[in-house]
């Protein structure tokens, strides 16, 4: 398969899968709703275990990802892991 003709699965703001053809900049795991970079040390343990891969999904962008209702990574996104920990303990809505 060529690069012109390969597609990838993203997950959207609706939460739902769709083909992009571009690959995308963020990835996270399904079951705990947690978002990060595509090189996350924390994500990059799991999947050597074994035990992530099933529930990995990618993201076109950061944004989808929040709207979404994936909250950042703490190992590789801690400033923005912080903010939104912050906007929890305040009631507020967190954007990035």
């Known amino acids: 398969m060529s690069d012109a003709t390969k597609t990838y699965t993203l997950l959207g703001a609706d939460g ?13 795991h399904r079951s705990s709703k947690i978002y990060g970079r595509l090189d996350c040390p924390a994500a ?19 944004a989808t990802a929040v709207a979404a209702g994936f909250r950042p990574c703490g ?8 903010k939104w920990k912050s906007a929890q ?5 967190w954007k990035p």
């Open 75 to 82: 190992a590789c996104c801690r400033d923005r892991y912080q």
């Open 44 to 62: 990059l343990r799991a999947i050597a275990r074994g035990c992530y891969v099933q529930h990995r999904v990618f993201f076109a962008d950061e």
């Open 89 to 93: 303990e305040n009631g507020e809505r």
């Open 16 to 28: 739902c899968l769709y083909r992009s053809a571009v690959k995308g900049l963020w990835g996270g």
